[in-house]
Every structure is written in structure tokens, then in C-alpha cells.
């Protein structure tokens, strides 16, 4: 059973918007911080957001804030990523992350999670 699945990618326009989710199964979900970690083309792990165990606390990276939206719904296990105003730049394959209980991580470290999903591609094209 694979603990994080991303859905959601995929190509669209500069300006355009999409909606990532990642599907969590085999833990506490309602317990772990999360997070969306990115990796641009030929470039390493960048992180883009996180949100606490209680949702009650978001963060997020200068070069997202503003557009990005982070979310999640407990009832459902899934965590979200609103993305807005897209650029060329934000092309990457999207990672989401679960820290561990109660514990919220701002990092691009896969050593950081013990969840880490496969990826989904997001592609910013005209």
C-alpha cells in the first residue's frame, strides 16, 4: 500500500490553474504536518508549502506565496494544493510529504518525512 498518491498534474497555460491532491492511506493523517515539495527540471528539491496537524497554520515559499494555497480534509485523508497564476517556472514534478505526528516540517529533505508520494508532473507551456 503506497502511503501518498498525487493527482491532479498536468499541462496548462501561463496564467492558468490547477488543483493538485494527495491521497493518504496507512497512517494517522489527521495527526502529521504535510507538505508539497517540488523538482524542476535539472535542479534539485525545492519545498513550497506546509500545513500543521490542525490546519491551522499554513507556510509557505516567497516564490509561491500569494498564488499557492495549501488545504486539507481530514474526513477525506487528502491534502491539497491550489496553484494560481502559473508561470513558466513553476514547472516541476510535485511531491506531498507527511512529517510525523503533531510535527510540521519546512524542508526539502526526503530524510526529513517518513511519507513521501511518487510525484505528479506539472507542465507550464504555451
Known amino acids: 500500500e503506497v502511503p501518498l498518491v498525487e493527482s491532479g498534474g498536468g499541462l496548462v497555460q501561463p496564467g492558468g490553474s490547477l488543483r493538485l491532491s494527495c491521497a493518504a492511506s496507512?497512517?494517522?493523517?489527521?495527526?502529521?504536518?504535510l507538505s508539497w515539495v517540488r523538482q524542476a527540471p535539472g535542479k534539485g528539491l525545492e519545498w513550497v508549502s506546509s500545513?500543521?496537524?490542525?490546519?491551522?497554520?499554513?507556510y509557505y515559499a516567497d516564490s509561491v506565496k500569494g498564488r499557492f494555497t495549501i488545504s486539507r480534509d481530514d474526513a477525506k485523508n487528502t491534502l491539497y494544493l491550489q496553484l494560481e497564476s502559473l508561470k513558466t517556472e513553476d514547472t516541476a514534478i510535485y511531491y506531498c510529504?507527511?512529517?510525523?505526528?503533531?510535527?510540521?516540517?519546512?524542508?526539502?529533505?526526503?530524510?526529513?518525512?517518513?511519507?513521501w508520494g511518487q510525484g505528479t508532473q506539472v507542465t507550464v507551456s504555451s
Open positions: 510529504a507527511a512529517a510525523s505526528a503533531y510535527l510540521t516540517k519546512l524542508s526539502s529533505s526526503r530524510d526529513d518525512y517518513e511519507h
Open positions: 496507512g497512517f494517522t493523517f489527521k495527526t502529521y504536518g
Open positions: 500545513i500543521n496537524f490542525s490546519g491551522s497554520r499554513t
